[in-house]
């Protein structure tokens, strides 16, 4: 890697990197604090490379527009916040069930409401899988370093393009506005994923075509003259009433998920192996988390840390396996309380699970974790 | 009130319209008396004039009574939330701006939900055609007052007579910055389908109202004797071509719309200026 470029970004600069690296071309959005910094850069980088981007009227809009330019056939994305993240649920929604791949940048904000726009938090882990009505897939990612928001913007734009869904990217302020040294990735370096397109004949392709687990997508204007709706459909993409095939449709888009988790999750452990206690958390609450595991590392502590870079689908199986073996888990996370739900449901009484939350703007400290750790000793 | 044109224009071979139907997806969900198949054909038919490629065009809709018609024409169709349609649209316009792109909608999906779009829309003049089928009422959802409903209407939700003044799509339109701005009715079809074509054919965005009468609802709720004494009296006796306007007295203008176009102006599109303008200097830097 020593050829490979230095530089000194902010997370959302690195997100934007990721995106191009990913190959995006199209990202509509609109402005809200603290994620600007991806539609001013991409603003800048997509026309230089015949991509495009458009600032819509407002937040609806631009995740509307960003499904548009994906069924055009454009890798797309958007960006937003906690206020903006709340008003773009309905079309998330539209793009789960009508299987449009797309990224969702969402520069978590203290909230709820108009809330803390400068301040972190990671209080949209529940939006993020719950946020838009009805039953449906979710996926997120949730690095913790500049250089991770780089690649992990990448593996969303892979993800989505797999499973032909929306992806989540979600950080907190800390990371979008934290500037860090990272190395460039070259081609090659970082794997690309794009959607499968049809080779059938125009007349045959079903848009949701049910001998395949994720059917291939035509892009509109390509030959293949097809419909897409946000009803409930049938495999060529019109709407039916059908119960059966309606609950048939549903079901798959869940478990187009549900099926393929171990490809999706992605956990970084730090000494958990011979571990007694246990850090679960994300973002920039995983910084501080790995300086307080070392701390009590040093203090004979047998503490280690798990770092989910894959918050939805739930890494149910590592923490279940986990909760076997350590006498608690502690949940630090910059919210009353989201991520632990998941921790205690999926643990049950195998092991103690603490919370940790912070609700005032401010990252939870090295020591904050340490001291709760230190109980266990 | 007929214009001397459409008396000319004899339509002499049946027009084929299987050519551009999904006829497997018919019959449509619309009431006996809706004229949206009435508008549906005018389109299919301007549509056909243009000569466009089936493969290029693409067809998107909110969701409302109207916005079902791209479920039942063989083009790229797009059926998306309501209010939303002209958002998607910029979208695969921008995306492509090969595709010719059509946006299908209510005047409830247009103006009350999805108004911040439409007044955008125009102000970008992207290359979008948008026909609005105004029935003053929301169909598909039992009758409640739209925006365009006329003061005293009654409305499943107007039960003592509306109280809030209408708007007019058309002059929206036009103080948002579209390029062209038209309006047809489902009774003077074959003026409607001239309007569409000319619509289409513009490049920027076209905005095309389309009174267009709901007789299930809109008519019962306001004693309407039937779905053609509604098309008489609101689409027939209640507008004026723009052309005859000029020699008729104010009087006879009077709470009377207006037919055909109604502004039509040269104005930079948003993909080329996107193209030449930002694309060129950002490649230059």
């Known amino acids: 890697m020593a050829d490979r470029k230095k530089k000194f970004l902010q997370g959302n600069e690195a997100c934007v990197e990721g995106a191009l690296y990913a190959g995006c071309m199209f990202f509509a959005g609109y402005p809200i604090t603290p994620s600007t910094e991806v ?33 055009a056939g454009l890798k797309s994305m958007t960006a937003t916040s906690g206020p903006g993240f709340s008003l773009k649920q309905e079309c998330l929604g539209y793009a789960c069930l009508a299987e449009i791949p797309l990224v969702i940048v969402n520069v978590m904000r203290g909230g709820p409401s108009t809330g803390y726009p400068t301040g972190p938090s990671q209080s949209d882990i529940m939006q993020a899988k719950w946020g838009t009505h009805g039953d449906h897939p979710a996926i997120s990612v949730t690095p913790s370093y500049v250089q991770e928001i780089l690649s992990e913007t990448v593996r969303a734009f892979n993800l989505a393009e797999r499973f032909r869904t929306p992806v989540v990217v979600l950080y907190d302020e800390i990371l979008g506005h934290m500037r860090e040294p990272i190395t460039m990735p070259v081609p090659g370096d970082l794997e690309i994923i ?25 892009p509109f204007g390509a030959g293949y003259r097809f419909h ?16 059966k095939q309606i609950g048939a449709n549903n079901e798959r888009i869940m478990s187009k998920i549900e099926n393929h988790k171990e490809e999706i999750w992605k956990n970084d452990e730090l000494m958990l192996d011979d571990a007694e206690v246990a850090v679960f958390t994300i973002g920039s609450t995983a910084r501080s988390a790995r300086f307080a595991v070392l701390e009590a590392r040093k203090a004979g502590i047998k503490a280690g840390l798990i770092r989910p870079l894959t918050i939805w689908p739930f890494p149910d199986k590592a923490v279940r396996e986990l909760a076997k073996r350590v006498k608690a888990i502690i949940v630090p996370e910059l919210n009353l309380g989201q991520m632990i739900l998941e921790v205690e449901r999926v643990s049950g009484a195998a092991c103690e699970v603490v919370g940790i939350n912070r609700v005032d703007g401010e990252p939870i400290t090295p020591m904050q974790i340490l001291d709760v750790i230190k109980k266990y000793k | 009130m007929s214009v001397p044109a459409e008396k000319k224009e004899k339509v002499s071979v049946p027009f084929d319209y299987n050519k551009y139907l999904r006829p497997n997806k018919l019959p449509h969900i619309w009431c006996p008396g809706c004229g949206h198949g009435i508008v549906l054909k005018a389109m299919l038919r301007a549509i056909d004039k243009t000569g466009f490629d089936k493969n290029d065009i693409c067809v998107i809709s909110g969701i409302g009574c109207s916005s079902r018609t791209p479920g039942y024409v063989d083009f790229n169709t797009l059926h998306t939330l309501h209010g939303r349609a002209l958002s998607f649209a910029t979208g695969v316009k921008f995306a492509n701006p090969k595709l010719k792109v059509i946006v299908v909608t209510g005047d409830g999906d247009a103006l009350a939900i999805g108004g911040n779009h439409f007044i955008h829309t125009c102000r970008r003049n992207i290359d979008l055609t948008v026909l609005v ?6 169909g598909m959802t039992g009758g409640q007052y739209s925006p365009t409903t006329p003061m005293g209407s009654q409305a ?5 007579g509306s109280i809030e003044p209408p708007f007019d ?12 701005v038209a309006r047809g009715t489902a009774y003077h079809t074959l ?8 619509a289409i054919m513009h490049k920027g965005t076209s905005v095309v109202d389309i009174i267009d009468a709901c007789p299930t609802y809109f008519g019962r709720a306001n004693k309407f004797k039937s779905a053609t004494h509604m098309m008489e009296v609101i689409e027939k006796d209640g507008t004026v071509n723009v052309k005859q306007a000029d020699k008729l007295p104010p009087e006879k203008l009077e709470g009377k719309f207006l037919r055909g176009v109604l502004h039509k102006i040269e104005k930079p599109e948003y993909c080329e200026q996107y193209e030449s303008i930002v694309m060129e200097k950002a490649k230059a830097k």
């Open chain 1, 39 to 71: 539609a001013e850069g991409l603003s800048v980088r997509l026309p230089k490379i015949g991509g495009k981007f458009i600032q819509m009227e407002d937040e609806i809009g631009g995740i509307a527009a960003a499904i548009g330019g994906s069924l």
């Open chain 1, 228 to 243: 897409v709706t946000g009803l409930n459909h049938k495999q060529d993409g019109f709407p039916t009433n059908d119960s």
């Open chain 2, 156 to 160: 499943t939700t107007s039960r003592y």
């Open chain 2, 191 to 198: 003026e409607l389908e001239k309007t569409i074509h000319e």
């Open chain 2, 169 to 180: 799509a058309c002059e929206m339109a036009k103080a948002s910055g579209a390029s062209f």
């Open chain 1, 194 to 218: 794009d959607r499968m397109r049809p080779d059938c004949k125009p007349e045959d392709y079903l848009p949701y075509d049910d001998k395949y687990e994720i059917a291939p997508l035509a």
């Open chain 2, 133 to 138: 089928f105004t029935n003053a009422t929301y």
